[in-house]
């Protein structure tokens, strides 16, 4: 009996050990569930990490209030200044341009960059005023403007309406009266400096003018066709 009861009680000591055997296996096998359960936590992290940023449009703002939009929603900035010029005061430039553009979908941190100039530049542009833009004119009035040009390089001394009469003429040039004049507008002739021309032209005839008569000639539908002004601001550069 007593052999028998050791027998047991050695068995019963095989069992339980191989029972704590098996527990300890199971608590082993534990961290690795669980390791493996933490996959999807990384997943979310690195799905946070490629979240996107819309770019503000900074363009016309100063460099400062640029850099400080940018600031705002995570995102760097680098100036791009014409060759020669360095940013100092941020307030003192202006954004022309930004690369990339406004609401491109950029990484947290991204750096833009931002082409400035002078803010001071901008406004002495701004204050210049354009060249009007000269008349556009037709075949026929390019025309009648060359020989315009022709008839005042003659060195006879022409009015405006004296012009346009010698253009428009059956004995002149025969353009149309309409043709004739804008050609004759489109010169920009000093007129006062070709009644002065005309003046020396009289008296070089040796007729003889007196002070109003070389007026009188100067201003007439027969004559010059300049306007009284004219006529009489000539007479005097010519010391009648």
Same mark, same amino acid.
């Not at 020669?84 to 341009?97: A, E, N, P």
């Given at each position: =009996?007593?052999?028998?009861?050791?027998?047991?009680?050695?068995?019963?000591?095989?069992?339980?050990?191989?029972?704590?055997?098996?527990?300890?296996?199971?608590?082993?096998?534990?961290?690795?569930?669980?390791?493996?359960?933490? @996959?999807?936590?990384?997943?979310?992290? $690195?799905?946070?990490? &490629?979240?996107?940023?819309?770019?503000?449009?900074?363009?016309?703002?100063?460099?400062?209030?640029?850099?400080?939009?940018?600031?705002?929603?995570?995102?760097?900035?680098?100036?791009?200044?014409?060759?020669?010029?360095?940013?100092?005061?941020?307030?003192?430039? $202006?954004?022309?341009?930004?690369?990339?553009?406004?609401?491109?979908?950029?990484? &947290?941190?991204?750096?833009?960059?931002?082409?400035?100039?002078?803010?001071?530049?901008?406004?002495?542009?701004? #204050?210049?005023?354009?060249?009007?833009?000269?008349?556009?004119?037709?075949?026929?009035?390019?025309?009648?403007?060359?020989?315009?040009?022709?008839? %005042? &390089?003659?060195? =006879?001394?022409?009015?405006?309406?004296?012009?346009?009469?010698? %253009?428009?003429?059956? /004995?002149?040039?025969?353009?149309?009266?309409?043709? &004739?004049? @804008?050609?004759?507008?489109?010169?920009?002739?000093?007129?006062?400096?070709?009644?002065?021309?005309?003046?020396?032209?009289?008296?070089? $005839?040796? =007729?003889?003018?007196?002070?109003?008569? %070389?007026?009188?000639?100067?201003?007439? #539908?027969?004559?010059?066709?300049? $306007?009284?002004?004219?006529?009489? /601001?000539?007479?005097?550069?010519?010391? %009648?």
């Amino acid at each position: =009996m007593t052999f028998i009861a050791r027998k047991l009680s050695t068995r019963r000591r095989l069992v339980a050990i191989a029972i704590a055997a098996l527990t300890g296996g199971l608590l082993l096998a534990g961290p690795a569930v669980s390791a493996s359960a933490a @996959v999807p936590v990384s997943s979310t992290v $690195t799905h946070a990490a &490629a979240k996107k940023t819309a770019v503000p449009n900074v363009v016309a703002k100063s460099a400062y209030d640029a850099k400080n939009a940018l600031k705002k929603v995570g995102l760097r900035h680098k100036y791009s200044a014409p060759k020669g010029s360095f940013v100092i005061l941020s307030k003192d430039w $202006t954004v022309t341009k930004q690369s990339p553009k406004a609401n491109a979908k950029v990484a &947290a941190g991204t750096k833009i960059k931002l082409t400035v100039v002078k803010t001071s530049s901008l406004n002495t542009s701004a #204050a210049k005023p354009s060249a009007p833009a000269g008349p556009v004119l037709s075949v026929s009035q390019q025309q009648a403007f060359l020989a315009a040009k022709g008839y %005042l &390089a003659t060195g =006879m001394g022409f009015s405006h309406q004296g012009l346009i009469d010698q %253009l428009s003429s059956s /004995y002149g040039s025969g353009f149309s009266v309409p043709d &004739a004049t @804008v050609a004759v507008d489109a010169l920009g002739a000093d007129w006062n400096a070709q009644a002065v021309i005309s003046a020396k032209g009289y008296i070089a $005839t040796g =007729m003889g003018f007196s002070h109003q008569g %070389l007026i009188d000639q100067l201003s007439s #539908a027969y004559g010059g066709k300049f $306007t009284p002004e004219q006529a009489a /601001y000539a007479v005097a550069q010519v010391g %009648l």
